[in-house]
């Protein structure tokens, strides 16, 4: 039969939200039987689904560049003009870019968001990704009043389509979170955790909300409700092998330090390190590091074995001079 990759696409669809490496196995079996088909539709559409595995589950980015930029250039075929996926994989493309070094890819970023807007239809989900993109991308710019407009719009135009509104709440705590809004932050996540809790394909976002909420706690004083949004948060992202996005490391980052507990901080940082290594998160990776090697030195370790290597990682980036300066000011060269 020629579409019996079917067979494994949707065990790969099965798998993503809790074993992400799995699923991209089955997504890869089902690329060789669409291929052995000669059916390219098909292979359009795992391409499609393999990113989105790559991207927001396995957080493997040096896997997915090369396989997103293969799949942008296919689907500009005439023969995928009637395909939503054809639309979607620049989406994916965007996604990579993100997560790689939103900075430095930023012109990348917004020819593809600019694709996306003149080759989506009205009224089709595409037109909601979009948003979200353009949301997320201020976001983590710093570029907060921009931010704030387009997550105001996010939530008035999925209000009706609860996926994207729950998306649009988690990027509106996520805006609180980096403007120090935190009895704002703490009310949004509180209202979100119900929401959240019985959807496997919203796990990592159950965990960043607990973890908001843990540190919006300790943030008001009550650490008996931090403690245990904190251990919450943290057990639901031992059970699953999805990997976390770095704003949840963020959040417990500051949730540690807020109670002076930098070596807490510091351990958490260097796990973060370890489940990115050669995922290709550049610029998260360099983030992740500077604030690692801040860490140890207000606890007076050394830092100079470390200086090296975190500076190979900043030169991988578009525009590496911002994060440069704060290596040698932490370096103190």
Known sequence: MTDNWRIHFWRAQNLREQ??????????????????AGDPRALLEIDHW????????????????????QATIEARKPQFQDMMERICVHDDMIGTYLGIDPLGYDAMIEQAMDYMERETPPGIQCAYCLQSYRASFALHCGRYEEAAQRISEYLAM?????????????????????????????????????DLLDDDGYLQDLCLVLAAQALGQRKQGDEAAATLAYRRAVT??????????????????????????????????????????GKGQHYWEARARLHRLSLLK?????????????????????????????LEKLSGS
């Open 50 to 69: 393999t990113l989105q595995a790559m991207i927001y589950r396995a957080r493997d980015f040096t896997a997915a560049l090369p396989l997103a930029v």
């Open 19 to 36: 074993d992400p490496e799995l699923a991209l196995e089955e997504f890869r079996i089902a690329r060789k039987l669409a291929t052995q």
């Open 158 to 194: 999925s209000e009706h389509f609860q996926h994207h509104f729950l998306a649009a709440q988690v990027m509106l705590c996520q805006y609180t979170y980096r403007q120090g809004q935190w009895e704002a932050m703490l009310k949004i996540a509180q209202q979100l955790e119900s």
């Open 298 to 326: 207000r606890l007076g370790q050394p830092i100079e074995a470390e200086i090296e290597p975190t500076r190979q990682v900043i030169q991988r980036l578009q525009q590496p001079a911002e994060l440069l300066t704060a």
């Open 236 to 277: 639901k992202a031992a059970s699953t092998r999805v990997v976390m996005e770095p704003m949840y490391f963020d959040l417990l980052a500051d949730y540690h330090e807020a109670s002076g507990g930098l070596e807490e901080a510091a351990n958490l940082r260097q796990r973060q390190l370890e489940q990115m290594a």
